[in-house]
């Protein structure tokens, strides 16, 4: 049996009062949810203060991002990962979209993150997703594939147990374009097959498979309605209180 996972990208939006405030919100709106883990990834910068002030409450805290490694030492800028499980962290993205778009992310990179996050006790939320063109030229599938086996390269079955992945077509992130429940539901049964085909069938069976990709709350019942499809990663939606937590209690 899959939990489903609910969790909202909160991207480099909220400065530390809204963070806190929506996280105190959503606290209340959520108390009730047992169905599904939920998780919420505000900026660095809100990571421990959020963590804190949602001890004790079933909403778990993400990164959106992480150094390539954890040992201590000259890397300016740079979080390892064990630190933000200093902070509170429970999660932390890896592989974003904008990040492999905007900031030279690349499978070795999301590889080197996975495998340092899993390192320091967090659970890695490994984003995969074609483009547009992709799509139109029937590649899809192949390009998943390859950021699937580049990414999860060299993890054992006991680490895949830890990771989620997330299936989050780059045409549907923020521009109100959702695939429709059967293309999710497609991508999401390629995708657990080939990780089967790697790892085995029964670490495939477990794997968490979210969708993203204008996820909302009129929307997340029909998704979640698909076999292969165990939660959300939500990015809009997911900075309003109300509306992500209309998302978490999909099932009410
Ligand atoms: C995201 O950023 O991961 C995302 C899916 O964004 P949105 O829900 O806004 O499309």
Known sequence: MRKPVIAGNWKMYKLLGDAVDTSLELKTLVANATHCEVVIAPVFTALKTVADRLEGSNIHVAAQDCAIQNDFGAHTGEVAPVMLKDAGCSHVIVGHSERRQFYGETDESVNWKTMAALAAGLTPIVCVGEQLPDREAGDAESVVKTQL??????LT?????????AYEPVWAIGTGKTATPEQAQEMHAFIRESVGEVHGNDAAENLRILYGGSVKPDNIAELMSQEDVDGALVGGASLDAQSFSKIVNYKQ
Do not use: C, T
């Open 157 to 165: 079955v006991s680490d895949l147990e830890r990771i989620i992945v």
């Open 149 to 154: 086996e580049g990414g999860l390269n060299g």
